[in-house]
């Protein structure tokens, strides 16, 4: 998260599922690592100015885990014929153009 704020993020989103079974994805080592997020946002405010980068646009709705190829989507579904491809092409750009590659999803415009 520290990564993507000083990279110019304006916005980080962290999807977690309802708790469908013991396993839940946000532990309390994840929480306190939120917190030392948000704590290092208030102490280093944006100052820098940024140029151009690099965008991968994720199909619309594809919400692909990304802690490896057969990765579930949205937590919920097992991968599918797109899953070990978008795994694939975002880490090789990622080798290429880190941490100049913002990963984002396809919007509706019309919603």
């Not at 708790?19 to 939120?34: G, R, S, V, Y």
């Not at 885990?65 to 975002?90: H, Q, T, V």
Request: some cysteine; glycine content about 6%.
């Amino acid at each position: 998260m520290v990564l993507a704020y000083q990279n110019g993020a304006k916005y980080i989103i962290i999807f977690d599922y309802p708790k469908i079974n013991e396993l839940e994805i946000l532990t309390n080592k994840h929480l306190k690592a939120i917190r030392k997020s948000l704590d290092y946002l208030k102490a280093f405010p944006h100052k820098a100015k940024y140029s151009a980068r690099t965008a991968y646009v994720l199909p619309k709705d594809y919400g692909h885990g990304f802690r490896g190829p057969d990765d579930k989507i949205w937590g919920l579904w097992g991968p599918d014929e797109l899953s070990p491809k978008i795994w694939n092409c975002a880490n090789n750009l990622l080798g290429t153009y880190d941490p100049e590659l913002d990963i984002i999803y396809e919007v509706d415009n019309e919603a």
